[in-house]
């Protein structure tokens, strides 16, 4: 980050933590020595340097830029998990509970918190850009395809993410439109996932979060 602001020229305006990570808040003390900016986190973790500590219902409006983001509470992967929501811009940071095609893995919650917390994020608007905190595209789409053959929408993302990726940009940030469309995590409601969830169980799943639970499972061990 400090070699980015240097870059380009730019100050940080603000630190926003989705979750204590150490990939995601290592590096917190490091840019609050050279920069005097507010450290916004989620209420319910043990964030370093965290100055304002947010949950469901909280807003902030960033110094500097004006941007104005609403936390989501979406535990699942940890316990306190927060998303920023900024609705006048339609900018997503999701963390690492939704990625593009994917979602995190539950280490602190149950399938059933991390279904509605996805839930959340599904039913932003469409249009609304999704940053998440790692780059898995390209993996998670295979995944999504194993378990979507049919899925139209699948070989035309793919196609998409493919070209970004040998061209060397990221395929990040994705849309809020397209993860509804070709991410299994947000469709373990569609008929076809719970097909292929119930086949690769060997069992019949007939509830949603039993369907995304599966698939979780499923993607631990999918190579
Ligand atoms: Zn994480």
């Avoid at 450290?39 to 500097?64: M, T």
């Avoid at 998440?132 to 595209?137: D, K, N, P, Q, V």
Wanted: glycine content about 10%; proline content about 6%; aromatic content about 8%.
């Amino acid at each position: 980050m400090l070699a980015y602001l240097d870059a380009n020229g730019l100050d940080l305006a603000a630190i926003i933590a989705t979750h204590h990570h150490a990939d995601h808040v290592g590096g917190i003390p490091g840019l609050t020595r050279r920069f005097d900016v507010p450290v916004y986190g989620p209420a319910r973790e043990a964030i370093p340097g965290r100055s304002h500590a947010l949950a469901q219902g909280d807003s902030i409006v960033v110094p500097g830029i004006g941007l104005a983001f609403d936390a989501i509470d979406i535990p699942g992967h940890t316990a306190g998990h927060i998303a920023f929501y900024c609705a006048g811009q339609e900018i997503l940071f999701c963390g690492d509970t939704l990625f593009a095609a994917g979602c995190g893995r539950i280490f602190e919650g149950t399938p059933a918190q991390m279904w509605e917390s996805l839930s959340k994020l599904a039913a932003l608007p469409g249009a609304t850009r999704v940053h998440c905190g790692h780059e898995y595209t390209m993996a998670n789409l295979r995944f999504a395809t194993a378990v979507e053959p049919a899925n139209a929408d699948l070989p035309a993302r793919t196609a998409r993410e493919q070209a970004k990726h040998d061209a060397g940009v990221p395929t990040l940030p994705s849309t809020i439109a397209e993860e509804r469309a070709t991410n299994p995590f947000l469709r373990a409601g569609v008929a076809a996932v719970a097909n292929a969830a119930s086949a690769h169980a060997g069992r019949a799943l007939t509830n949603v979060v039993d369907v995304f639970a599966e698939l979780r499972e499923w993607k631990n061990g999918f190579q």
